[in-house]
């Protein structure tokens, strides 16, 4: 690597580390953020102000032993307790302060990422995009698919302020020491003078230049030995928080798994991760072990350095005790300095870890944010799409060119294979997919007025009128609505339930769920709604009153009904058919780039029965050759 190429990654390094750290003291809150470093910055002064103190009364106090004044002494002693007692009052603040700083940052800086992650649905495109880099094998390509959001939301963010106010007060507090001792150091160690070549030579200030060749030689040799640790910090971070998502998924998945049999298979799985948690923490404790023996000795070696340095002038007369350990002193405090980088080294190595993730993980989100979807334009009532053009995240095109129209009192039903895009279609609808082109119309207030019906719905943990009326409030419906919600849902178990806590998406069998989702919709009460195989696991009895219901409810606020369905019962509750079908010939084995031929085509039809063929078809949009 050349010099500029050094510079510019450097240059660049420092511009993100920027970029993570100044919005927050640029925000709402900068005048209490701004307040709170200064105040630390003060205690740092301070800190060292008595340090210069207490390095004067080495001086003083061991005079008073090599002279034998008992009054001097006693006095010192005295002296030594009120200096003592400033600096703990002082490093109490200091600590205190600081913490308070990094909890104030990092609560900031959470909801500043929260807020980030949950907009715009960029914690669902974000994952789409982590999963097709997998799938396509290019997932470490670049910086735009970060894995375990909630591992850096959670756990870097608090390594990140954590080190980063720790490691910058520790700088500042280096330096002022250093310009505060270095002078002090100058002025005790007087010159060295040597014979060379028949010639006398005096370097001033020698000890001070001892100093700087120690500390300079330390932290060369510290870089190169600690140097492995920033990658293995990163691969550290990835590896426990891959090994505790999987355990997350074992536990969310439970129920699945203990059917399936597959404990074990899991636990493969689990050893597996596992395994690269071990094999990289060991790496890491070798390397750190690396840097230990050497800084290990560094410091001890400085403990009795300056002694080894001074000792000749002591011996000789030239300086008294008071003086020997005031240069002791001295030199210790200026080697501390000029060691931070050597002291500091693992912590170092681990934020530059947290950094680079946090880094990724802002690119991940700024990337997300430029994707462009579909474009929205408001309607006139109806949902419309016009050459609307959809694809999975690989590229490949699976319809194009839609023009599709649903009205108020229109019964859709949408059928076609499996991974023909029904799914797909009802996700561009509700505007968060991104890999759709086109334009697609929505009526005023649409976003208040649909609902989506997942085959899988969501349910957060808690008291059950909270998953009931997800994601609204609760207080919004009384118990009389919640309880009526789930009676009309075929769910009068619960009903009089409603403060009962559970993981309700675990605790609920598969037809419980469609039925509480189905309840949720009822309480509701949308105009437009959209199943997607809402009651695939419902039986007939149960899945005809609940489609009786929902006719019901978009009848009564003139609306319309949009499902994806298989069974030929539910045909009977719709009036119109979306069928989508393979394309006659479609190219590249339906890995058409996005400007390819589409996978599959839709068309349209009435219905008349609910069962037999449709008495009309005609493809919607060109049907591709």
């Known amino acids: 690597m050349t010099d500029s190429t050094r510079w510019q990654t450097l240059k660049t390094q420092t511009g993100r580390i920027w970029a993570l750290s100044i919005p927050y003291f640029q925000s709402d809150q900068k005048w209490k953020a701004r307040g709170l470093l200064l105040a630390i910055v003060l205690l740092n002064l301070g800190a060292v102000y008595m340090l210069v103190l207490l390095n004067e009364w080495n001086r003083v106090f061991y005079d008073a032993l090599q002279n034998k004044q008992a009054d001097v002494f006693w006095a010192q002693l005295w002296r030594f307790c009120y200096l003592a007692f400033m ?54 390509a670049g910086q735009s698919a970060p894995d375990n959001p909630d591992q850096r939301i959670q756990e870097d963010l608090f390594l990140f302020t954590s080190y980063t106010v720790s490691l910058s007060m520790g700088l500042l507090n280096a330096i002022v020491t250093l310009v505060s001792f270095v002078g002090i150091l100058w002025t005790l160690s007087g010159s060295f003078t040597f014979e060379l070549g028949g010639s006398s030579f ?76 071990l094999s990289n923490y060991l790496k890491l404790i070798k390397a750190q072990k690396n840097l230990i023996w050497f800084t290990t000795f560094f410091n001890q070696a400085a403990t009795v350095f300056p002694f080894v340095v001074a000792a000749p002038r002591f011996f000789s007369g030239a300086i008294q005790l008071g003086v020997l350990m005031q240069i002791a002193s001295a030199f210790g405090r200026v080697q501390d300095s000029l060691s931070w980088f050597v002291d500091n080294y693992p912590n170092l190595a681990a934020w530059k870890a947290t950094t680079d993730r946090l880094t990724s993980f802002e690119a991940g989100m700024a990337a997300q944010a430029k994707v462009l979807a579909s474009s929205q334009v408001a309607s006139t009532g109806a949902v419309e799409a016009h050459d609307l053009t959809l694809a ?69 943990n808690g008291p059950l009128r909270h998953a009931l009326a997800y994601p609204e409030p609760a207080s919004r419906y009384s118990d009389a609505e919640l309880d009526r919600a789930l009676t009309d849902a075929l769910l009068p178990q619960l009903a009089g339930r409603l403060d009962e806590e559970d993981a309700w998406g675990q605790k609920l069998s598969g037809g419980e769920q469609q039925r509480l989702a189905i309840a949720r919709t009822l309480l509701k009460k949308p105009k437009w709604i959209f199943a997607d195989e809402a009651t695939s696991a419902l039986d007939e009895a149960a899945e005809k009153s609940l489609y009786e219901r929902l006719l019901e409810l978009v009848r009564a606020s003139g609306g319309a009904l949009i499902s994806i369905a ?32 589409a996978e599959y085509r839709l068309r349209t039809s009435t219905i008349d029965d609910g069962t037999g063929p449709p008495s009309s078809a005609a493809p919607i949009g060109p049907v591709p050759a």
């Open 87 to 140: 600096f703990i009052v002082i490093a109490v603040y200091r600590f205190y302060l600081t913490q308070l700083l990094e909890l104030r940052w990092r609560e900031w800086m959470t909801d500043h990422y929260l807020k980030r992650w949950l907009s715009n649905n960029a914690f669902y495109k974000m994952e789409l995009a982590r999963y097709t880099s997998l799938a396509t094998g290019t997932a470490n």
């Open 202 to 277: 005096t370097i001033p200030g020698f000890m001070v230049w001892m100093a700087l060749l120690y500390c300079a030689a330390g932290s060369l040799l510290t870089y190169y030995i600690g140097r492995p640790q920033i990658a293995l910090n990163y691969r550290q971070q990835r590896f426990e928080a891959d090994f505790r998502h999987h355990m997350t998924r074992v536990r969310e998945y439970s129920e699945a798994i203990a059917l399936d049999r597959g404990a074990q298979v899991e636990r493969g799985h689990l050893d597996l991760r596992f395994t690269s948690v």
């Open 392 to 460: 999975l995240p690989t590229g490949a095109v699976l319809l194009d060119h839609l023009s599709l129209k649903a009205e108020p009192g229109d019964r859709i039903l949408v059928k076609g294979p499996s991974g023909s895009g029904k799914s797909t279609l009802f996700r561009a609808l509700a505007s968060i997919w991104p890999f759709a082109r086109g334009e697609i119309a929505l009526p005023e207030r649409f976003e208040q007025e649909a609902v989506f019906i997942p085959q899988r719905p969501y349910f957060p």
């Open 566 to 597: 298989h069974r030929p019962g539910v045909a009977a509750f719709h009036d119109k058919r979306w069928e989508i079908e393979k394309s006659p010939e479609p190219k590249g084995g339906g890995q058409q780039a996005l400007s390819g031929a």
